[in-house]
């Protein structure tokens, strides 16, 4: 059975940064493009990031351009976002997800697979 199993999550100052990460296991083959994707309480899933299957094309959406990077190491299995600068607004559950082409997007519908999430909470 696939699995995805998010990590890194915690309680964070304004500001500040973390590192979330997502391994991917039970999938035979890695050949497909991850999304980080989350949702705050009373509200909609919502893309954050997207990354290619090789990595070397990655989409954010506008709210967290130029703040968070997401990266991918396929010999590890694992997909990373890199958040700094992190506000009270971004605050929410994250979660990863794979999509079974060479390309991420940003519609959830279009992910296969997505893990538990793991909780970021940002303090003013």
């Known amino acids: 059975q696939v699995q995805l199993l998010e990590s890194g999550g915690g309680l964070v100052q304004a500001g500040g940064s973390l590192r979330l990460s997502c391994t991917v296991s039970?999938?035979?083959?890695?050949?497909?493009?991850m999304g980080w994707f989350r949702q705050a309480p009373g509200k909609e899933r919502e893309f954050v990031a997207a990354?290619?299957?090789?990595?070397?094309?990655?989409y954010y959406a506008d709210s967290v351009k130029g703040r968070f990077t997401i990266s991918r190491d396929n010999a590890k299995n694992t997909v990373y976002l890199q958040m700094n600068s992190l506000k009270p607004e971004d605050a929410a559950v994250y979660y990863c997800?794979?999509?079974?082409?060479?390309?991420?997007?940003?519609?959830?519908?279009?992910?296969?697979?997505w893990g538990q999430g793991t909780q970021v909470t940002v303090s003013s």
């Open positions: 997800a794979t999509r079974p082409y060479s390309t991420g997007s940003s519609v959830p519908a279009e992910y296969d697979y």
């Open positions: 039970g999938r035979a083959s890695s050949r497909y493009a």
């Open positions: 990354i290619s299957l090789s990595g070397g094309r990655t």
